[in-house]
């Protein structure tokens, strides 16, 4: 008996490897989802003039968060909020990003619904709640939130080890907590079978995150060399997150934020900028992170790519970061890469990859490949028709 013939086949689109080349090849998608050797598809997609990248790993975004300031949130009803969740995990999905990990507020239920196919949107890690300045206190509690955030399901456990943009001067590198907290935090994950991702600007919280066993850094503004080497040594992910910033500076500018000087959101955007090229120099791998919280944003994820170009980081570089490093940082063996065997997690795009332009718009995105089987395609493009055969 001979194999089921392949589900689709994807003709004339140009690759991106993970050698870092582009190759115009056919691509084929076997019946369980995955990227094959050969083949004749069933169906064959059209993809002439189209570029491929796999799919994109958003390793810091709040999926549940639709407005820019907490008591926003808070006014509104669940199931007002649920609805906004739905859209915003459509909108994130038909925008790119195949895998998110929440930063703070997605539920183990909407990862369930999710991973069940009850709702559309890309596959979540989550860290349910955010362990803040609030909690406080000595190893013993943080031993006790990690705990409860495992019980809710948290595959990581986020710390916001620093203050954001409105705490004024260097106050923004004190830490929320002690060594021992960190510690304590680092090993009661470990214990639990979860990893830490830690918000942190610099100092004394990046050490201690850095010598007890954090995975990833988040936002690291304010890295010193010394830190970003010993990161990079110590096997972890930098997880940078330039866009919002400058969202929120366009906010500033605006005048719709209040408690943010503009002369301080500009430095930090540069500073930031600066802190991903050393990370590139030094060997740290990079990882893209929107950190949206908005109807807005959501979806527009991508543009974190064009960041790292932006800031001087190769294209091929940041493709990379947005693609096979966020599979590493996720555990994902089967995601990352467009290679027989690989999860068929495709994007299309309509303009060259390798020009920050193409991701400033999402509409550049023109179609999206979810386990092999289309999660968008744009309406103007050829539907997939099925193959002719020849029987000479
Ligand atoms: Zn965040």
Redesign the pocket.
Known sequence: MSPPAPALEIVGATMFGLDGLFEQRTLVVDEAGRFAAGGDGRLVLDAAGLWAIPGVYDC?S?ITWNDFHHDQRERKSQAQRDRETADALAATLRGGVLNLRD??GAPKSLQDAVASGALAGPRLQISVEMIGATHAGTADTMRGHVEAAIGLGAQWIKLVATAGSSTPGDAVLASNFSEAEIKAAAETAAEGGARVMI?TWGGDSADWAIEHGATSIEHGIYLTPTQVRAAAAAGMTFVPTITIYRHVRDMVLAGQLDGVAFGRIVAVIAAHEDVVQLADREGLPLAIGS?FTTPQQHGTNLIEIAALIRAGIAPVTALLAATAHGAALFGDADGGRIEPGARADLVLLSADPTEPATFEDPAHVVGVLKDGRLAYLDPALPRPTPQERSHS
């Open positions: 810091h709040h930063a703070g918000h950190d």
